[in-house]
């Protein structure tokens, strides 16, 4: 499977399908073999390109803590839409995916065709609770570097089930792109002007507010929220995911 090369960090990813362009980005600790069970669906009408964020699967895991931030991630996005040749495409991402999704139209508008925003919230303007976010984070790369991957397996189902090859790096990865330094994601939501659409698991009760917040801000956007769905809403109820997200990448404007 083909990687391209950031700097000296092979990024990996995969392509799979013919068609507008839809780049799919997992969540913080799960890797892009979360989506596997949509290729099907989503690939019969688009070209689906999925990746591993640094630090992450079969991403290089540097050892260098400035490798990781937010700056990075979105550059690595924009490199891989380069590599499959792919001037504009669809950015969705569920939980961390979604906030680098959402920092990806920030950063490059004229490529963001349209904003698919799974589980994720969309960042702090508050500073108490942004700090209270950080800390959890760098709790959890405490974690990785006292304990191992062996924190993971009392995770989420995805993420006991991801396969990676260096805590060191989820670590670093929760400490430089987990955590969030200002409110400029947030700020931007009045100014997305692309279709979005959000979606959320009905029992993802710490994302549900985050969620309604930003159908509430960002201009036209829809929301869908699936029941009988957690975190993971694309592992819980693929089919329901499926159905919700379909016909609003169908009706997107060519």
Known sequence: MPKIDRD????????????????????????????????????????????????????DYPHDPSAYSEALTVGDMAAILDAVGAERAIIGGLSLGGYMSLAFYRTHPERARALLIIDTGPGFKKDDARE????????????LDREGLD????????RATASHRDARGLALAARGMLTQRDARVIELLPD???????????????FLAATNYM????????????????????????????????PFLKNLPA
């Not at 209270?132 to 974690?143: F, G, M, P």
């Not at 997305?192 to 710490?206: H, M, R, S, W």
Request: glycine share 8%; charged share 20%.
């Open 8 to 59: 000296g960090v092979n990024i990996y990813y995969e392509v799979h399908g013919d068609g507008p362009p839809l780049l799919l980005t997992h969540g913080y600790s799960s890797t892009s073999a979360m989506w596997h069970g949509q290729v099907d669906a989503l690939a019969r009408d688009h070209k689906l390109v999925l990746w591993d964020m640094r630090g992450h699967g079969q991403s």
């Open 132 to 143: 209270a976010w950080n800390a959890r984070a760098l709790a959890t790369a405490d974690r």
């Open 151 to 158: 924190v993971l397996k009392s995770a989420t189902r995805e």
């Open 192 to 206: 997305i002007k692309v279709p979005c659409l959000i979606v959320v698991g009905a029992d993802d009760t710490p």
């Open 215 to 246: 159908a509430a801000k960002i201009p036209g956007a829809q929301k869908v929220v699936i029941p009988a769905a957690g975190h993971a809403v694309n592992i819980d109820q693929p089919k329901a995911f499926v159905d919700a997200v379909a």
